[in-house]
């Protein structure tokens, strides 16, 4: 048993050895070339290397290898660092290049860096788009697969799962252990919070604070794990979307110690906090005061401000994100604070993505619950100062702030259903509504169940219109079994530990029997939309027509030319309506019964409907 314990933390520590070395064999003298590895055929043919080791920019450095030259050498205050700019050919052929550094004539260090081929269909890879319904993750509180690695060497926080804000010892094998669970409930994408090493010394288990770019945390698995699972994720066609933070890093960054450039990240004379007010960077009469507070304020004090007007920062961060990419297979990424960074470098950056691969999808984070100011962030909105993101996809904040308030206050002009209405009516805002991703909850804000009182009809409601209003549909780990915390009371009450995915859980909410009568109410709901969302045209891909709510009730239609769908809800507290549909006669005059996607069963008149206080019902017209 001891043996077998012992070798495991052998084989752990050999496997993390040989991601620092992936495939590139080093020498004392550099200690870092960034990215680890590269690729022949890429659209872009450069690549700038970042080369860190003691002295570094005293050496001349060369490249033998047939169809890669060196376009600049820069050296920058710190000569710990060179920045090398190298030209990749076309018709370069994969294989290992040396690197040699000299000083004078003698060679201080080579270093054998890998340029790979790349996968079949790469560049064409297809992004996630409406037709998606994405699970949120936050891989720490999942499940727990590989007890062994809650601890890891050189880690500073030990996994500890009675404290609320710490590690608890979820995992990527977790999450790879349960892909049957997540496909069956009819998820054809994931979004993992960042998996990305948080060698932080508290509270890292949100993965927020990154301390190497180009390395998975050990504790929840190694980059070879994270490729794995995402293959097997695009083998059952899941696509896997990254979560990525530009804004900051971690303030256990291995660089913060040793910074290439003053300027490398946004710096004050003392701790200076952004006033997170996003609309600065929109807003035509901003003071710069204000301004740079927004932008290059600090998030936290844990969290250095990357500054990407540094055209080295930024060349960093463009080729980390493709780096993951093509490593791994991604079929996403979900940028984190997208406004927050230099606007302008996260455009040059999202443009770099799409000319590898014009068919991927981004989705920006713009906690922004007003459209006007939203859509500032879409691609080719036609801002007046000319600025275009560039970013096809957003979270859409103003529709879930929406539906937080709607389904739990009392109707009138303004509030219940003709909030749902009135918000989805500021469409003509966005440049593209079809790639806004609608979401009840996800991991910074409460519980939609807290939000809505706790009344569970109330939330089948919110997963009902999440699931056949227009848009990409994102739902949040834990909200099918009823997790219902307050954001309010600290970010620990919404990220609790799906129960069953620890052994030894008590209760096992994987399966249906270690679920309770009402979660599997809210479970099957779920999963019933979910794969009925997944064959239907019309909900995934089409148009929107809706009526304005009267008596609490909402009607809205989701069609193509060869289907239609009718979805009612009433939001009404109590009793019974009957909807008289003449009222939408416009869409339904052709139709003469309907069926209803959850229960199955048929309506034979169309002309009134029956609908129970607080449900929804979707229907099939035929
Ligand atoms: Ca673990």
Redesign the pocket.
């Known amino acids: 048993m001891r043996i077998t314990k012992i070798l495991l933390v052998i084989f752990t520590i050999l496997i993390c050895t040989s991601y620092s070395q992936l495939e590139a064999k080093k020498t004392k003298m550099t200690t870092r070339i960034e990215p680890i590895n590269w690729w022949v055929g890429m659209k872009n043919p450069n690549l700038q290397l970042m080369v860190y080791g003691p002295n570094i920019s005293s050496s001349e450095v060369s490249v033998n290898y047939p169809g890669v030259s060196i376009k600049a050498v820069t050296k920058v205050e710190n000569p710990n660092y060179l920045f090398i700019d190298l030209v990749i050919d076309k018709e370069t052929a994969p294989g290992k290049m040396m690197m040699t550094f000299k000083q004078g004539r003698k060679v201080i260090a080579n270093h054998e860096y890998h340029l790979l081929e790349r996968n079949k269909g790469s560049a064409e890879r297809q992004g996630f788009g409406p037709g998606d319904a994405m699970y949120l993750i936050m891989p720490d509180r999942f499940a727990?697969g590989?007890?062994e690695?809650?601890d890891m060497p050189g880690m500073l926080e030990k996994a500890d799962r009675k404290a609320p804000y710490g590690r608890h010892?979820?995992?990527l094998k977790g999450i790879h252990d349960h892909l049957n669970f997540i496909e069956e409930m009819g998820y054809s994408s994931i979004w993992l919070n960042p998996v990305m090493e948080n060698n932080q010394p508290q509270s890292s288990y949100h993965g927020y604070a990154i301390t190497d770019f180009y390395k998975i945390d050990t504790?929840l698995g190694t980059n070879e794990e994270f490729k794995a699972l995402t293959e097997e994720c695009n083998k059952r066609g899941i696509k896997m979307i990254m979560d990525m933070v530009f804004n900051h890093c971690g303030s256990k960054h291995w660089w913060m110690d040793d910074l290439p450039m003053h300027d490398w990240i946004n710096q004050w004379d003392e701790f200076t906090r952004s006033n997170y007010r996003l609309s600065t960077i929109s807003d035509p009469y901003v003071s710069k005061y204000d301004k740079d507070l927004s932008v290059k304020g600090w998030f936290d004090t844990s969290m250095p401000d990357l500054n990407l007007q540094n055209e080295f920062m930024l060349t960093y961060m463009i080729q980390n994100s493709i780096w993951w990419i093509e490593y791994a297979g991604l079929g996403g990424i979900r940028m984190d604070t997208y406004p927050y960074p230099d606007k302008h470098g996260m455009a040059v950056w999202t443009q770099h993505i799409f000319n590898e691969y014009p068919n991927f999808n981004i989705v920006g984070e713009a906690w922004i619950t007003e459209t006007a100011k939203l859509c500032y962030w879409q691609k080719d909105f036609p801002n007046k100062d000319g600025y275009n993101s560039h970013l096809p996809s957003l979270m859409d904040f103003p529709l879930q702030d929406a539906m937080k308030k709607a389904f739990a206050e009392e109707e009138g002009w303004n509030t219940g259903m003709a909030r749902l209405y009135n918000t989805l009516a500021d469409d003509h805002l966005y440049t593209d509504p079809m790639n806004m991703v609608v979401f009840p909850d996800n991991h910074d804000e409460g519980r939609i169940l807290h939000s809505l009182n706790n009344d569970i009809d109330k939330l089948k409601m919110a997963l009902t219109y999440s699931a056949t209003t227009r848009g990409i549909l994102q739902i949040y780990y834990g909200t099918e079994i009823l997790m219902n915390g307050n954001g309010f009371e600290g970010h620990a009450k919404i990220r609790l530990d799906y129960p069953g995915g620890w052994e030894g859980d008590n209760i096992n909410a994987f399966t249906k029997e270690g679920r309770t009568a009402e979660q599997n109410q809210v479970f099957n709901l779920t999963k019933k939309l979910l794969n009925y969302r997944k064959q239907s045209e019309a909900l995934k891909f089409g148009n929107t027509l809706h009526f304005i709510p009267e008596d609490g009730i909402y009607v809205y239609f989701r069609y193509t030319d060869h289907e239609t769908i009718m979805v009612i809800l009433n939001n009404n507290n109590k009793g019974v309506k009957k909807v008289d549909t003449s009222r939408f006669k416009e869409i339904m005059a052709s139709f003469s019964e309907g069926k209803n996607i959850i229960t199955g069963r048929k309506i034979n008149d169309l002309n009134l409907i029956n609908i129970k206080a607080k449900s929804a019902i979707v229907l099939e017209l035929k």
């Open positions: 727990n590989n007890p690695n809650d010892g979820g995992d504790r």
